[in-house]
C-alpha cells in the first residue's frame, strides 16, 4: 500500500510540468493579432494534454523528449510545417462566422535544461469580416487548458479555458472585463482545485498539523500561522515583489511535510514552543508555490486585487475541508480514546477496503486527469478508514495516537521523504 501511494503521489507532485498555454489577443486594424506561448513539443508529440498532469506519464514521452531536446531553430521549422493541422484545432469566430487563421513568426527559447518546460511562442493573424463586433475562441482538449487574455482596449476580457473549451463572445471594443466581485467569485474555485484535488503537497502537510493532537488549541495555533504566512507570500510574489525558482521552493515544500510528520512522532500530541513559528516559516514558501499557479492563470489586471482575494479564499476553503474530513473519518477513533467498538470498527474497516475503492468505478467518467488526481486521495481516506478501524477494535489506552495519529504522520513524513529526494535527485 505504501508503494502504491509513493508512486501515486509521485506523480501528483510533477503535475506542475502540464502547463496552460498564455495567449494575447489584440485588434490591429481589420485583423485579429495572437500571440501564443506555449508548450509547443507536446503538441508535435501527440499528447492529450487533457489526459495527463505529466508529460511522462504520456504514451508519446519518448517523442516529446526528443522534441524537448531540438534546437530552436530546428523546432521553429517542425512547428512551422505542424501548423495546418494545429490551426485545425484552433477555432476563431467572428459573431458566429470561422476565421481562417495564419501563422505569421514562431520563435523558442534556447534548450537549457531538458527537464524543465520551455516556451515556444506563436504569433498568428485572423482576418476580421467588415462590422465584425464580437469573437469567440475555441480550443481543442487535446491542447490542454489556455489562459486568453484581451489586449488593447479598455476593461479588456480575459479568462481561463478548460480542455476543449470555448470563450463566451468577446466583444472586440473592450468592456468585457468581469466585475471585482465577478473576479473574486471566479478565482475561488481555483483556489480550491489547487488544493483538493491537485494539492497533494498541500493536503499532506495540513493533515500533518491536524495529526500533532486533537485538542483545538494546537491546530488553531498552527493554521493561523500557515494562513498568515502563505498569504503574506502569495500576494508579494503574485505583485511581482518575490521570485524564487520552483527548484528550490518544491523540495522545501516536500521537507516541511517530513518535519511537521516526525516532530508529531517525537512530541507526542504535544505542542512545541516552537512550532508555530516553524510552521509560519514553511507557510511563507506554501505561499510561494500557490503563486506559481497564478502566475500560470494569470490575474486580471484590473481586478488583481480581487482575483487574489478570491484564490486565497479557495486555498483556505479547501484546507478546511480536508481538516474538516479528516476529522469526520477519525472522530470516533478519537472520542472512544481505546474504549473499544468493534463493530463500528468492521464498518469501518469495510469502507476503507470496499466502499472507497468502489468509487473508483464511476470517476473513471471524470476523465484520466481528474481520476488520477483524486486517486490518492481515495486512498489516503481509506487509509484513515483502517488505521481508525484498528484504534477502535482495541481497549488500550492511548489508541488513538498509537493506532492513528502516528501511524498516519510516519506514512506522511515517508511520502515527503521520497519527495525531497525525487524533486532534487530525479
Do not use: K
Not at 501528483?12 to 490591429?28: C, K, L, N, Y
Not at 479588456?156 to 473549451?165: C, K, N, S
Request: proline share 6%.
Amino acid at each position: 500500500m505504501l508503494a502504491m501511494w509513493l508512486m501515486l503521489a509521485g506523480g501528483a507532485a510533477r503535475a506542475h510540468e502540464v502547463m496552460p498555454a498564455i495567449a494575447d489577443m489584440t485588434r490591429q486594424g481589420d485583423e485579429l493579432v495572437f500571440e501564443v506561448a506555449a508548450n509547443v513539443e507536446s503538441f508535435l508529440a501527440g499528447i492529450d494534454l487533457a489526459a495527463v498532469e505529466d508529460t511522462d506519464a504520456a504514451p508519446e514521452a519518448q517523442d516529446y523528449d526528443r522534441l524537448r531536446a531540438l534546437p530552436p531553430e530546428a523546432l521553429e521549422a517542425q512547428v512551422a510545417e505542424f501548423w495546418p493541422r494545429m490551426a485545425d484545432l484552433i477555432e476563431v469566430r467572428a459573431d458566429g462566422a470561422a476565421l481562417p487563421l495564419e501563422l505569421v513568426a514562431v520563435e523558442t527559447d534556447e534548450v537549457g535544461d531538458v527537464e524543465l518546460v520551455r516556451d515556444t511562442r506563436l504569433t498568428f493573424t485572423a482576418a476580421l469580416p467588415p462590422g465584425a463586433e464580437s469573437v469567440e475562441v475555441g480550443w481543442a482538449p487535446r491542447l490542454g487548458a489556455l489562459v486568453l487574455r484581451q489586449q488593447g482596449v479598455e476593461a479588456p476580457w480575459d479568462g481561463y479555458l478548460e480542455p476543449g473549451a470555448t470563450s463566451p463572445p468577446i466583444a472586440l471594443a473592450g468592456g468585457g472585463q468581469a466585475s471585482g466581485w465577478g473576479a473574486l467569485l471566479a478565482y475561488i474555485p481555483v483556489g480550491i482545485d489547487h488544493i483538493v484535488p491537485l494539492g497533494l503537497d498541500h493536503i499532506l502537510f495540513v493533515l500533518g498539523l491536524f495529526f500533532l493532537s486533537t485538542r483545538l488549541g494546537p491546530l488553531l495555533w498552527q493554521v493561523s500561522a500557515f494562513t498568515l504566512a502563505h498569504t503574506i507570500t502569495l500576494a508579494a510574489a503574485a505583485l511581482g515583489y518575490v521570485t524564487v525558482p520552483a527548484s528550490v521552493v518544491e523540495p522545501i515544500i516536500a521537507a516541511s511535510i517530513v518535519y511537521v510528520a516526525v516532530e508529531n512522532i517525537l512530541r507526542g500530541g504535544q505542542l512545541t514552543p516552537w512550532r508555530p513559528a516553524v510552521v509560519f516559516g514553511f507557510g511563507l514558501l506554501h505561499g510561494l508555490g500557490f503563486a506559481s499557479v497564478l502566475g500560470a492563470f494569470g490575474l486580471p489586471e484590473g481586478s488583481f486585487l480581487p482575483a487574489l482575494i478570491g484564490f486565497n479564499i479557495g486555498v483556505e476553503l479547501g484546507q478546511l475541508a480536508v481538516i474538516a474530513v479528516a476529522w469526520l473519518i477519525c472522530r470516533a477513533a478519537m472520542l472512544r480514546g481505546g474504549e473499544g467498538a468493534r463493530g463500528m470498527a468492521a464498518l469501518y474497516l469495510a469502507v476503507g477496503i470496499v466502499v472507497l475503492p468502489a468509487l473508483a468505478v464511476p470517476m473513471a467518467g471524470l476523465g484520466p486527469e481528474m481520476q488520477a488526481a483524486w486517486q490518492p486521495l481515495l486512498l489516503g481516506a481509506g487509509v484513515l478508514f483502517a488505521f481508525s478501524a484498528i484504534a477502535l477494535s482495541v481497549r488500550a489506552v492511548g489508541a488513538w495516537e498509537m493506532a492513528v495519529a502516528m501511524p498516519a504522520s510516519a506514512l506522511i513524513g515517508l511520502v515527503g521523504a521520497w519527495w525531497v529526494v525525487e524533486r532534487v535527485f530525479l
